[in-house]
């Protein structure tokens, strides 16, 4: 907290391993030459509030994707997350009652090529839900990490098995 973390020849903080969940909360990450966070969908509930974001080599929040299999929220955090490696699944895969993953309004999720988000992957009996409540002001975004982004180069929002319960509201897919 309250740190300045600047000038790494790659990430600012690499966070990995399941049930790591640090407080990063009123840091400057600048200068840094790759993404100024590298963190694990495993991570949550990483606690990011307050950061400020300038000058890294990549302007966006490194996220490596997986299985989602606990109640789960994603923080907008002023970047965009870049979700890489492979798709994030939501399902109750530890067991039948279903799981929740909420993204709070202003999160940008930019997925690599051939990726997504899987809401109870499958159609497997284990639910996966999605409350995606944005507001006007703060839409959630759901888009290709491309540069150019084009129709195919992500897998898109996939709603299997039962997800009745989910909510999308002010996104952009």
Known sequence: QNSTIQSSSGYGIYVFGNGTQPVLQSNTF????????????ANF??????????????QAI????????TDTTIVSDGLPYEVVTSS???NGSLSP??????????VSLQ??????LELGPDGDS????????????????FTSKSVSPAPGQWTGVDFNGTT?????DHCII
């Open 30 to 41: 600048d200068s840094n030459e790759s993404h100024p966070l590298h963190l694990e969908i």
């Open 45 to 58: 509930p990483t606690l990011l509030s307050e950061n400020s974001y300038t000058n890294n080599g990549v």
């Open 62 to 69: 490194e996220l490596v994707g997986g299985n989602v299999d």
């Open 88 to 90: 994030i699944r939501v």
């Open 97 to 106: 009652t279903s799981v929740t993953l909420t993204l709070d309004p202003g």
């Open 111 to 116: 997925f690599a090529d051939n990726l997504g």
């Open 126 to 141: 284990y639910p996966g839900v999605l409350i995606a409540q944005g507001t006007p002001e703060a839409p959630i975004t």
């Open 164 to 168: 009745s319960a989910s909510t999308m």
